[in-house]
């Protein structure tokens, strides 16, 4: 009896490692997404505060930013911040959709192998019962041959 073996087999598994790959870097991107918007939820909150406390200054006076010490941070600054930090978010949502769109790619071809494998595999268990059976039959057929011929 010959043994199964799927000859597409490295590529089943090239895929698996590929999609391994595809999941953990999906996952950073929304780790990095997560952390620019807790970052622009800060700038926010401090310029919000800070515009509080100082909305009877002008324009052109620095802020104070508390975080670990007072640290004086020009209004145009926090905005550039404010803004540069919205830019990024909407990079990481680019770059998370199309990491989400090449995930997508490799479990569609992922589980394509896993199907023509199990097809194979089921036309393998097809055959070698087909075989069984024919031998079988070939067996009792000589057996029967025999017991004629012998009487």
Partial sequence: ???FVFRLETLL??????EKIAKASLIKANEKLEKEKKRFNLYVTRAM????HNSNKPENENIRIKKDK???IPAHKLVDDIVN???SIREIHLEIEQKRR???EIIKKH????RIKEKQWQQYLFDTNKQEQKDNDEMLQSR?????VNG
């Fill in 70 to 72: 007072n640290i004086q």
């Fill in 144 to 148: 029967h041959n025999l017991k004629v």
């Fill in 111 to 114: 589980k394509m192998f896993k």
């Fill in 49 to 52: 505060s800070d515009f509080d």
């Fill in 102 to 104: 090449e995930l997508e």
């Fill in 13 to 18: 598994k090239l895929e698996e490692s590929k």
């Fill in 1 to 3: 009896m010959k043994k």
């Fill in 85 to 87: 930090s919205k830019r």
